[in-house]
């Protein structure tokens, strides 16, 4: 079975809002670039399928907009090319490489999770803390920022039972962030 990486950045303070995080450098992307070009497809919610599209999607005139810095290239072609499933009650249609996801959330994911290939990732807010009441993450990757953000969305606020985590790898980059990646910790039964 192919493992659900929920994949996102986060400020100290549990902030999960793109905006109120540290811009992303160099280095960041390209932790970002491996990690997506590692996952074999994407789960994604509707808002967060939609702003990564604008985003991250290739332009008709396959020329990247003149905001986009050269090293954020690799991470934009990463993302555009790597297939997507879309979980929505309200789109009616996707492209963008995508399909959408249609029926009981935790029977869509374990059918995808069992199919051969490599990891599946999912990024946002909403899709990961259904998941994760479901059971369904196999692991956790946050890159913590040295923000405090004071507002905002927070990391799976929530969550209905405590999840452990055990951790599985540290990376700290020269901005102050910190990339750390948990799995659940086995349950113990009495």
């Known amino acids: 079975m192919r493992p659900l990486r ?3 950045n986060v400020t100290l303070d549990g902030c999960v809002d793109h905006e109120a995080g540290v811009m992303p450098d160099e280095e960041s992307m390209r932790f970002w670039t491996e990690q997506m070009a590692a996952a074999d497809a994407l789960l994604l919610g509707r808002v967060t ?3 990564m599209e604008s985003a991250w999607r290739r332009p008709e005139s396959g020329v990247w907009p003149d905001w986009m ?3 954020e290239i690799p991470f934009a072609e990463a993302i555009d090319r790597t297939p997507k499933y879309v979980v929505s009650s309200t789109l009616d249609r996707v492209d963008w490489n995508a399909e959408l996801l249609r029926g009981d959330l935790g029977t869509a994911v374990r059918e995808l ?3 051969p290939g490599l990891d599946l990732w999912v990024g946002g807010v909403t899709l990961p803390l259904a998941l994760a009441n479901l059971g369904l993450i196999d ?3 946050f ?3 040295p923000v405090l953000a004071g507002h905002g969305p927070t990391l799976l ?3 209905r039972e405590r999840v452990e985590l055990r951790l599985v790898d540290r990376i700290g980059f020269r901005s102050g962030s910190v990339a750390v990646r948990y799995r659940p910790a086995p349950r113990v039964t009495g």
């Open 6 to 8: 929920y994949s996102i």
């Open 49 to 51: 399928y939609q702003l």
């Open 143 to 145: 890159v913590v920022q």
């Open 113 to 115: 999770k069992a199919r």
């Open 69 to 71: 810095q050269p090293w």
């Open 139 to 141: 692991e956790y990757e």
């Open 157 to 159: 606020a929530g969550l």
